[in-house]
């Protein structure tokens, strides 16, 4: 049985920003849509909307979606997706952490306590640390293994209607939203790209995960894959996280709890027991998802510390580090300070995508260069329309975008020469011209939907101008050698 990757082809999409999840269109300021202040300028009259790339997964293993998520990706189900940094009406980052690069500030020591007060049978007492410190790893293990009333279970995300009741309950009260189905709980949360064999995992992998607590050090997690963690609290359901437990860390995806325990602050609560869960798994990173700073819902993030990527050189550089780099709200993208002057064309990306990102050290000097680089001015455009005129006489349709912001949103019918993240035009143009791109012939698999067949990719340049579009565009999408061994259906 195919084993690796499946997906369909790229796509790219626009929507109302007032669909927005995080700003709903209700900024204050105008300028605040915008990624750079020359955007700003540069369109007085429009506004951005909220413009995503990405594609709808069948098959993907572990390791793929890890590398994903490395390179600014999330799941919804299985749609796999990143905003446009450049065009979309927020900038999200995705934001990783480790249980270390916590500091437990007064809200989450309270949290913390409160929560044991509240499930510790009343002749128990933690033992507290003389000096006063806050080990919260220790204190969640503590609580957990004296406590009667509260426990948690790690199960296969599947669908139940316990499950459904409590979502539902949730969208409702917390996000006043009634428009929703058992269906659409099990497309959001249960479904997900990974094989049956990876959902269901084995009796052994749960055990070992569910008593995480007692884990000896050192020893490997044998549970990877999506996992619903379920909180019961004197035998109800009270709430649940949905994670995918990825080779180098935890991914949170989603976290739903029942609104009658609002007081519970159950949120800070599970992120901090699945930092706890990290560090007694020997995971290395917590992977909070998307963080905004100019979005008070996403914005807390910041609280548990870490460092936010940097999509267009594939780099996480340290929050206390942006803090001087960066706007709230605007886009980033740092160079070595020692690079000359005059480089305002984006970084190489392609060999990077194959490996992990690398951090930004202490002692490395940075720029925050976006605007030389993707401001109206930027050297970006000029050198991807050249790439995408190059690619036409090719024969692959590429064609040239109006600077800087191409065609209106709601004209857009494909990827954007230029989006943040994606390996630029012109590296896309050299393997061709170099033949890197040869590496793919018989190593990618083309299934046509409509026709029902199957073939081998065969040489590059034999294909039809739409396959090599379409194979471009993935590239661009998730870098040459993660499409090497790629199933793609037309
Ligand atoms: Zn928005």
């Keep these: 049985m195919f084993d690796g990757l499946i997906i369909s082809r790229p796509v790219y999409f626009t929507e109302s920003r007032s669909r927005c999840g995080y700003c709903s269109a209700k900024k204050t300021r105008d300028e605040d849509y915008y990624c750079l202040d020359s955007w700003y300028h540069a369109n007085e009259g429009t506004l951005p909307e909220n413009c995503t790339v990405g594609f709808q997964a069948e098959l993907m293993s572990v390791e793929m979606y890890d590398k994903l998520c490395n390179m600014g990706y999330r799941r919804s189900g299985k749609f796999i997706y990143k905003v446009d940094m450049l065009r979309n009406c927020c900038r999200l980052y995705t934001i990783r952490t480790k249980p270390d690069m916590v500091i437990m500030s007064k809200e989450l020591k309270i949290a913390l306590r409160r929560f044991s007060k509240r499930v510790l049978p009343s002749d128990k007492s933690l033992h507290r640390n003389p000096k006063g410190g806050c080990h919260y790893i220790d204190e969640i293990i503590e609580t957990e293994s004296l406590s009667q009333s509260f426990k948690t279970c790690f ?37 997900s790209p990974f094989s049956k ?50 080779p180098s860390g935890l991914s949170s995806v989603y976290f739903i709890w029942d609104p009658e325990y609002y007081k519970w602050s159950l949120g800070k ?41 940097d999509v267009s050189s594939h780099t996480y550089v340290p929050l206390d580090r942006l803090a001087k780099l960066k706007r709230p709200g605007k886009l980033f993208v ?24 690398r951090t930004v050290s202490e002692a490395s000097a940075v720029d925050n260069v976006a605007e030389k680089i993707y401001g109206v001015n930027g050297g970006a455009y000029s050198e991807a329309n050249e790439a ?69 990719l065969g040489n590059f340049e034999d294909e039809s101008p739409e396959i090599k579009k379409i194979i471009c565009d993935v590239v661009r999408l998730i870098g040459l050698e993660n499409t090497k061994g790629l199933l793609l259906l037309v």
């Excluded at 409702?172 to 009634?178: A, G, L, M, R, S």
């Design 155 to 191: 199960e296969p995300a599947v669908f139940t209607e316990e499950k459904y009741r409590l979502f539902a309950k949730y969208q409702e009260h917390v996000h006043n939203d009634f428009d929703h189905s058992a269906k659409s709980f099990k497309r959001f949360l249960c479904d």
């Design 197 to 246: 064999e990876t959902v269901l995992g084995t009796k052994e992998e749960w055990e070992q995960l569910n008593n995480w607590k007692e884990l000896p050090q050192g020893s490997r997690l044998k549970r990877l894959g999506p996992a619903h963690e379920c909180y019961y609290f004197e035998g109800n359901l009270i709430a649940m996280a949905v994670t995918d437990i990825l």
């Design 269 to 309: 609560l599970s992120a901090l027991r699945e930092l706890s869960i990290i560090s007694k798994a020997n995971l290395k990173y917590y992977y909070m998802g998307y963080y905004l700073d100019d979005c008070p819902k996403m914005s807390y993030k910041a609280k548990y510390g870490g460092e936010l990527l």
């Design 334 to 357: 740092i160079q070595a300070t020692s690079k000359s002057e005059t480089e305002n064309t984006e970084p190489i990306l392609n060999d990077a995508l194959a490996g992990a990102p």
């Design 388 to 456: 995408a005129r190059a690619l036409a006489t090719l024969g692959i349709p590429y064609t040239a975008d109006e600077l800087p912001f191409g065609p209106q949103p709601q004209e857009i019918r494909s990827i954007p020469n230029v989006v943040p993240g994606l390996v630029p035009l012109k590296e896309i143009l050299q393997m061709i011209v170099q033949d890197r791109i040869s590496i793919l012939k018989g190593n990618v698999t083309l299934f046509d939907m409509l026709e029902g067949e199957m073939r081998r």
